[in-house]
């Protein structure tokens, strides 16, 4: 049986578009992070004109596709302007989420705009403080290889 190649948790950076176009930063912290894909669709039942009382299948037709990005972890005070930012803005903010390794490991990026939805920082006492933050796409997110 052949190992499983793994990535560490370093090899997934979730980062934000700065105030240079072009360069992005991964604020420091999250100890968690995610990317949810979803696509929206519409089903039918098509039934088969051969014999109708066989049961129907369900065809599926794509209305959208979205992409969700969450992440948790401890508030850096390095990172706080960063999403502050993020999150009063209107406009929508550039992201960038890494994922390590070569082009033959599947390494690359998906990038495109987003929304910060949800930014929640909060403290329990004796603890550090914690930040919670959601983004939600507004637009196409694309995937580049690591090559280009």
């Not at 979803?38 to 089903?43: A, F, G, L, M, P």
């Not at 948790?72 to 302007?81: D, K, Q, T």
Request: aromatic share 8%; with cysteine.
């Amino acid at each position: 049986m052949a190992q499983a190649t793994t990535l560490p948790f370093s090899a997934f950076k979730v980062m934000l578009e700065t105030d240079t176009p072009g360069t992005f930063a991964a604020p420091c912290g999250l100890t968690e992070r995610s990317i949810t894909f979803s696509k929206e669709t519409n089903d039918t039942t098509s039934i088969d004109c051969d014999d109708e009382d066989a049961p129907a299948w369900v065809d599926r037709d794509v209305v959208s596709l979205s992409a969700t990005i969450s992440g948790e972890g401890v508030m850096a005070r390095e990172s706080l302007e960063l999403w502050r930012d993020a999150f009063t803005t209107t406009d929508t903010v550039n992201v960038r989420i890494e994922v390590g390794g070569t082009l033959a490991q599947g390494g690359g990026y998906w990038s495109g705009a987003f929304h910060v939805t949800s930014f929640e920082p909060g403290a329990t006492r004796g603890e550090r403080v914690s930040v919670s933050v959601e983004m939600q796409s507004s637009g196409p997110v694309v995937w580049t290889d690591a090559a280009a």
